[in-house]
């Protein structure tokens, strides 16, 4: 296959890197920045849903979510990857990328805005709203996750495609940092607008009635950088490599990528008969062919990858709890609920784990 490629894979392969590529990966990168927003913002509110839904007259803490619910809040939304990611990659083979693509964002825009109108009579209906919501959040984030790695990967030349690649990835990084952003700025304008004393002080009185629109502000903000792409999305011809390949179309894919490319390409529609009529070049997932050729790379990669997730998506979503534990964040008792925000999504100060360190070591030679 690789010494009969058609000429309009061959030219992505060695086309030297131009503007589509940046914005290739801007507007996959949005998909992956977007992701990781909407999957750990939630952890950021956990605390404040808390104090509102679950609050208890004349307890000497603040309300806490009950473990099943916190559970339910903070995973449901993985779940619906999980089912998010089979289901989409399957229609993304079966309907073409593009199409895919823009069916995910509609979808995660419509649940993240849905996520923070979330209703109920009481506090279990709430919840049980907010994760039906977060559940098609995570399905639709499922679609987009592998697409968007896909999409960028089949625009990509060999030279820079690992480069491209982990630069989509990196955003991820961006949309975790964004989520904490946002919430300092929203916890600051409500702190400010409504004063409140600490839960020690008064209990009742420290989570202002205000602070419910806290974190529906927090998690509706998602639904702002995936609309801000979606024509953008809409405006990215389907990639070569599934028009030419999957579709079978090698005139439609030379005529995008030329304009792409600003070059002028050859379809080889007999060329691409001959290929695809070989029977090495035709074989199922889970076919022997398949697994010959590539099970072990598909292997090595799925498992290596399941057990980086365990630890970054375990990390990022209960690294609050951790910090609770261990003192680096102040005891909820000392603070109102919308300050509490504040600190979740500022973290602990950066002198507090020095603190703790000289203790530490007497302790380790001690014992």
Not at 38 to 58: P, W
Not at 75 to 100: P, Y
Not at 196 to 215: E, G, K, L, M, R
């Amino acid at each position: 296959m690789a010494r009969e490629q058609l000429q309009v894979l061959n030219a992505l392969d060695v086309a030297k890197t131009q503007l589509y590529h940046f914005t290739a990966i801007i507007i996959a990168g949005m998909g992956f920045f977007t992701d990781a927003y909407d999957l750990f913002s939630i952890s950021l509110v956990t605390k404040l849903l808390g104090r509102i839904y679950y609050f208890k007259e004349g307890s000497a803490k603040p309300g806490t979510l009950p473990p099943n619910v916190q559970s339910s809040v903070t995973g449901v939304a993985l779940v619906g990857t999980l089912v998010g990611q089979l289901f989409f990659g399957w229609l993304g083979d079966k309907m073409g990328r593009k199409k895919v693509y823009g069916i995910t964002l509609i979808l995660m825009v419509l649940c993240s805005v849905a996520s923070g109108l979330s209703f109920g009579k009481s506090a279990e209906g709430v919840m049980a709203t907010l994760c039906f919501f977060r559940f098609w959040l995570g399905f639709g984030i499922g679609g987009d996750y592998p697409l968007s790695a896909t999409i960028m990967s089949e625009y990509a030349n060999k030279k820079t495609r690992g480069s491209f690649i982990a630069a989509v990835f990196a955003m991820q990084g961006f949309g975790i940092l964004t989520s904490g952003i946002v919430a300092l700025i929203v916890s600051t304008a409500f702190d400010h607008a409504y004063k409140a004393p600490p839960y020690s002080v008064n209990a009742a009185a420290s989570t202002v009635p205000q602070a419910d629109y806290i974190w529906r502000i927090i998690l509706m903000f998602g639904a702002l950088p995936a609309a801000l792409t979606y024509y953008w999305r809409m405006k990215m011809p389907e990639t070569a490599r599934y028009t030419a390949l999957v579709a079978k179309n090698a005139k439609q894919a030379a005529q995008d990528m030329a304009k792409v490319l600003n070059v002028e390409l050859d379809p080889e529609e007999g060329k691409l008969e001959k290929l695809t009529e070989e029977p090495s070049n035709s074989f199922g997932l889970f076919s022997r062919q398949f697994l010959k050729r590539h099970g072990l790379h598909l292997l090595g990669t799925t498992s290596t990858w399941f057990l980086l997730d365990i630890a970054f998506y375990s990390q990022n979503l209960f690294q609050k709890d951790i910090f609770s534990a261990i003192g680096w964040i102040p005891k909820p008792a000392t603070m109102n609920a919308v300050h509490e925000v504040y600190r979740v999504a500022k973290g602990p100060d950066p002198y507090r784990p020095l603190q703790h360190r000289p203790r530490l070591l007497v302790h380790r030679l001690l014992h």
